[in-house]
């Protein structure tokens, strides 16, 4: 290989290396940006006065309910999850959330005979209809939460479902 193809790659490979560190710079900055928006706006929606109750009784398969971590899960990216780690036996529990539409879920805090804390157990069409048998659809049920309002009534109690 000649001098000048060796001068003409080396010149061509920098190049290409000041481009691609360019590239990431950017993407970098993009990434950067996009998690300073998600905490500004997170912030911002939490600071709204005027909060809503979501109202749920909790349940477990046992005659005892063990702590459990009950959560609002937001489906809107920049606000936070809300949760709430109860003591063993409790029935009821508020949570207190910026406006918006939540998904809510209770997951034990310590390992429970098969069920590990890594399992959700969602306000469900199966818990609205009461835990019954015959109630196939364990597909999670939005709660829009109005400012000043309580929505009661929600069950994050399915334990059954896949």
Known sequence: MSLSKVVVTNIIISRGDRLLKK??????????????????????????????????????PSDYIPELLVCADPIEWYKLKT?????GNTKEIELSVAPGIYFVFASTVRA????SPSYRAYYSEFAKCGFNVSCKDHTPIQVIVQPDQTNSKIYPSDWYAD
């Not at 429970?112 to 069920?115: L, R």
């Open 112 to 115: 429970q005979g098969s069920i």
């Open 83 to 87: 949760c709430i780690t109860t003591k």
């Open 23 to 60: 590239s990431f710079k950017w993407i970098f900055s993009i990434i950067l940006v996009f998690i300073f928006l998600r905490f500004i706006m997170a912030v911002l929606s939490n600071l709204d006065s005027r909060r809503g109750i979501i109202k749920a009784e909790l349940g477990f």
